[in-house]
Every structure is written in structure tokens, then in C-alpha cells.
């Protein structure tokens, strides 16, 4: 069994391709001998609601959810969602942030503001923002939003390029592979 | 009965590859493995994927059926016929299904015969929170909970071992965090059961009061041999860490202990009902402080308060919602409960997606001020505000019951203004003998059913009326219009609910005739209609705000007006359709 040991918290919006994301971790953790743990949300709340995944990594997991102030990492597929998770970061945890606004229902109508700095919230932690959206739309689909979030994620995880690239193509569909690896790179090239 | 069968090691059996599955996968998987022949369930948040899966294995028949009493009454069939059968259910599918098995217990089984059972602590995806646990006990069924993937395998295939040593069906009891939580899970080869001869045995199989009579007394005989088997049961796990406390805890709850409060003894159930008392009392005489750790109802804390054990439990954890790693450490260890400060953010509810045809439906009953008695669906989002469109949502199917019992109520003057609104599959789950009833009792009822061609709340599974089966292979298609006929219905009408001029005449004549109406609001899911319409475009918004009533997420408030938002907006028109000042144009036109 591996030493590698961290708790990661996935937030968006329902729709955004957050289940992708934490199936690719698992994947990976799996083929590097890791213990791992994933918690899902389906159902009603996939209909453009807030959506958590939680990803627990390291030879003791036993409960499937990351506690309040205990992920290492946030990686967050919109800003709003970003501030409304910050609470499960660690102290010394890293935020990784698609900085795209997506309106919540009572912003639409009018009932409610849109934060000018949702991630203020967030000041005091590491945080990786950055377009990803359009780095997914130059790498070719929109739909490779998340293989961005993961790009940058990769650089702060102890896990090698190749096997990446590996857990990727055993999670993504073939004809899209391309796409979906170079949106990763592009992430993975944000990062120092 | 043997106790051996249901006594041996469940983890011993050679794997060949371990895989990362969702409980739901890991229960299809150890099913398979197990051999069942025949799996039949509806679909239910959060038990859906069990049977989507098992559609995957050549080697199984499986469909979906159109309720759960349907879905059991075939598993049921199947067992008798001598095949391993399954179904799946969420935990208020329980209540539709329970007819037939609560019978099942007196009969017993030919074939093992598993039902799965999901609940959903916390209400994720679910009307109320009901605790599964009460139907093992009512029924005298026995019950397993797995507490991660690997076991949600392992215990599925002794589900079927034991159904057939003991003689009756086998609860297998599934929650949110175990079904839709990957873990490392051990898969192995299918072992084919052999299908068994059937033979004709009225004591056993015909329950009337001279027969049930004598299987009540099987039903004893087996609780009470299980019972003292399951002190034996290595699926109930003994672990003494310090002897200050002692847990006895089983499923998901088992998982938080293990983090929350690592040097505490635990008493691991693996079998929920009956419990193994004997084993109890042993470990309860070695702690300190007995407490029990379990969601929802104080089920098991109860029974062994009843044997004479000092325990503890509901005190501390409550019967609301799901229980947490930081909780238990809240209210065990004392320790403070990590705050999150969201409420000044704006929250982010589910909304019917853009395009969305139910739209059209409610937007239009707004308009003509009507009440609603809804249903169990995506539609039931229309409930809340903006829309505010349903007055009341209950059960499946509970629509049109509670408007012909509104009628019955005020009369049928207060009637012209109510409808009943439920969709194509929940129409087919259980709406029909309510439409049956209305005809029947003469009501002035307008029934209006959301065909939108899927089940769609629960992620596109097919139904009777989309005209495919599981497999996606052509079906016998329902007709939901001469079904109406057939009911004695006589005024039927179908409506295109993005034709909003057409779907508010449609409401007005039927709600006003003295017969009771059907509506068929049929156009597909926007998210089955892969058709690429080009977005809407505003020239010249007045501002006056008529669009927004549609609740749109793609129509959002902008200075000085509304903007159309071409990432969300896929071109349905129902906006061009709403605007007084034909500021709206349909992108065709571009």
C-alpha cells in the first residue's frame, strides 16, 4: 500500500462534469495502490444545482465524506461554488478555481446579488484560479472543463504524468482523448 | 435449516481483479456472481444504478416494471419458477411493494430472492425519510447492511445463500453514502445457480387462512433459529480497542465511528434484523459505556434497552438527517462542530433545465391562477419560488387522488380551478387506478400528464409509454390516449406544451367541462431532444419583466432589462411566445 494520504472536495454546478473529474481521481488512486474513498451526489440535485464530490485518498479512509476543515484540496468548477465550500479547506489547503459565474436562480430573477469577490472568503489559502473554461474551449470542448481543473491539480499531487495520462484514457471516450489530454496539459502548464 | 450456509466467511471467496465501484455497482456485481436469473425493479433515487448495471450482464434478464409491487410480484414469480431474482427499490418504493411482501415472508422462496432497499437519511432525492429497518422487523425479513462497496458485493451474494437456507426473502438495506460511494471492491466469476424444478405445493405457495396459518409458524421457527445463528455470524464483527466505550453501529455509520472515534470498541453489525443478542450482552459486559450509533430511528438501540442492557444512543445522535464524522466527534467527544458561514451567498436550488417542456405547463397554470396537486418528478421543482407552482406533492401518483378528494371537499365549482399534475411514468406507476376512481365516482377532474417520453428525475430510464425496453431495443409502446379512453375518460387532448396559445385553451375548456379531462403535454426531455435550435435574441427589451415568469435559467435580470444567456438558452421559443412588445426573436429567424 501506498503512504499517499489527502482529502479533496470537488464543488460546481449540476451539469458541469464534476462526476468526471472524481472518477478519473478514484481511477488513479486505485493504479497507484492507493486506499480510496469517493462520495457522489445524483439525482435531483444534478438539475443545475450545487454539487459536492468528496475524494478521500490513503490506507485509512473509512467514513466516504471529507470532514468540515479537513480537505487539503477544493477544486471548484465555479466561483460562487468556490466560496460556498471554502469551509472544508484545511488551513494549509490549496484551492483550485475555474474563476466562470454561473447565476444561481435568485441572482437571475433579481433576488439576490451575485458576490463582486466570491473568493475573498478564501483569503489566507493557496489558490489556483484560472479560466479554465476558456482553456477547455481553445483545447476543444467546453466539456473539457474539468480536465483543465485536473491539469492544475496534478501538479500538487504525488502521482507521475504518465499515470494521469493512464487514468484518463481508461475514464474519458476514445474519440474525445485527445482533446480531453490537452486540456490537462493546459492546466498542468498553469502551474509552477 | 443449516447453520453452516449462513455462518461461513463471505470474504473468502477468490477474487481475480479488484475495481473501484459505487455501492449500487458492487450490489449488481456480487448479484451476478451469485447467479441470479432475473432482476426487475423501478427506478429510485438512490437505487437506480443497481439494475442499470445489471442490464450490462448478458447472463441476466432484467427489466424495469412499472412500479415496485409489479417489479416484487415478478421477482417473486421468477423464485418460484426457481431462479435467483432480485429487486430494487428506494426506501418509499418499500410501501408500494409491501403487499406482496409481507405474503413472502409466510411463503418463502424457491429460487433465492433478494429485495434491495435504499434509504436516503437526510432526504437527497426524497419526499421523507422513512426508515427500512421497521419493514424487516413488520415482516419478519431478515435484513443485511453492507457499510462499503466491498461488502455491498460480498453480502449480496449471502443474501442469496441465506434466502434459500432459511426459506423466505432477504432484505438487503442500502443508504445514500453506501450506494453512491466508490470503494475498492474485490470481483469475481459468476457461479451459475441452477435453476431449480418447480412443483406445485398449495401449503406453501397458496396463502389462505388454513395454509398461512401453517407458514406463520415457518415464519417463527426460522426468526427464532436465525436468531441464535446470528451470534455466530462472522458478518457481526466484535473489534475491543479500550473498554471506556463500547459501539454498536453497522452500514455507513459504522465508517464515521471508525473516524470520529478510532479507540472505541466496536460491535459491527453486518445483519440489522434480527439482532444477535447473545453477542450483545457479551460485548456489552466488557465496556463501560454501551451506546449505540445509528441513523433515523432508534431501531436497535430500542430492542436492546428491551433485553435489559444498559444503552445509550438517540440522545445523542437524534432521528433527523444523516450522522457525520463530525458530528459523532460533536456530540460523543465534545468536541465543537466546525461552523460554515454560507447563508449570506445565494443559494443555488435545482431548476427545471432550459428548455425544459414541463415549463410551458406551469407557467400557464400561473398564468390562469390554478392549484395544483402535483406529483413525484423533475416537475415537482416547479414548486419552488420563482414558479411557486404546486400546492401540494405527496406520493407517486397521489395527483389526481387529492384533486378528486379536493372536488368531493368544496365541490366541483372550487374543482374548475384545480388540476392534477403528474408525468408519463408515474402516471404508469400509479396514477391510473386514481384516474379509474374519478371516472368511476363522476368526478369534474383535469388530469394533466407531463409526457415528456422518459423517466426523467431519476436519469432517463424507459418505460412503458417511450416505446423501448431497458436495452434500449424496440418495446410495445403504451398510448396513453386510448389508456384515458379505456378509463372512461372522454374528453382527451394533446398539447405540445411549448405551444403556450394552444396549452392555456387546452387547460381552460377542459378545466371548465363537467367531465373529467386529460391533457397530454407531450414533447421529449430537453435533455433526450439532442436537436440544436440557435438561441433568442433581445432587440429593444421595454424592461416590463413578462418573460421572467417563465423562470428560465437561461432569461437573467440585466441593467435596464433582460439578457438571454447563448450558453443556457437552446432555443425553445417560449420566450418569443411570452413578450408583449415582440422583442424576443427566435434565433431561426436570424
Known sequence: ?192 | MDEKMITADVFTANSIDEKLMLGNEAVAQGAWEAGVRVVTSYPGTPSTEITEVIAHFPEINVQWAPNEKVACEVAFGASLGGARSMTCMKHVGVNVAADPIFTAAYTGVNGGMVIVVADDPAMHSSQNEQDSRYYARAAHIPMLEPSDSRECAAFAKLAFQMSEELDTPIFLRLTTRIAHARSVTPVGERTEAALKPYQKDMMKNVMMPAMAKKRHLHVEQRETFLKEAANRMPINVVKMRETSVGIITSGACYEYVRDALPYASTLKLGMVYPLPMKLIREFASKVERLIVVEELEGLMEKDIAAAGIAVEGKKYTGIQGELSVEKLKNVLNGEPMPEIHTQELPGRPPVLCPGCPHRGVFYTLNKLNMRVMGDIGCYTLAALPPLSAIDACLCMGASIGMASGMERAQGKAFSKSTVAVLGDSTFIHSGITSLVDAVYNQESITVIILDNRITGMTGHQQNPATGFDIHHQPAPQLNLEKLAESCGVTDVRIVDPFDLKAMEKAVREAAANETVSVIIARRPCALLDKTVHPSCRIEGCKNCGACMKLTCPAIERAEGGVRINPALCIGCGMCVQVCPFKAIKSGEDA
Open chain 1, 1 to 192: 500500500m501506498s503512504k499517499v494520504q489527502f482529502d479533496l472536495v470537488i464543488v460546481g454546478v449540476g451539469g458541469q462534469g464534476t462526476l468526471l473529474a472524481s472518477k478519473i481521481l478514484g481511477r488513479l488512486a486505485l493504479s497507484e495502490n492507493c486506499g480510496v474513498k469517493v462520495s457522489e451526489v445524483h439525482g435531483m440535485s444534478q438539475r443545475g444545482g450545487s454539487v459536492i464530490t468528496h475524494v478521500r485518498v490513503g490506507d485509512k479512509v473509512h467514513a466516504p465524506m471529507v470532514s468540515v476543515g479537513q480537505a487539503d484540496y477544493l477544486v471548484s468548477f465555479e466561483a460562487l461554488e468556490a466560496a460556498r465550500a471554502a469551509a472544508f479547506l484545511k488551513k494549509d489547503g490549496v484551492a483550485i478555481v475555474n474563476v466562470q459565474r454561473i447565476s444561481p436562480m435568485p441572482v437571475i430573477i433579481g433576488a439576490a446579488k451575485y458576490p463582486e469577490n466570491p473568493l475573498s472568503v478564501l483569503d489566507g489559502h493557496r489558490v489556483e484560479q484560472a479560466d479554465a473554461l476558456g482553456l477547455a474551449i481553445e483545447a476543444g470542448s467546453q466539456k473539457a472543463l474539468n480536465l483543465v481543473l485536473l491539469g492544475m491539480l496534478s501538479k500538487h499531487l504525488p502521482f507521475g504524468e504518465q499515470a494521469w495520462h493512464e487514468a484518463i484514457a481508461a475514464c474519458v471516450p476514445k474519440k474525445t482523448l485527445s482533446v480531453n489530454l490537452d486540456a490537462f496539459a493546459k492546466g498542468r502548464a498553469l502551474v509552477a
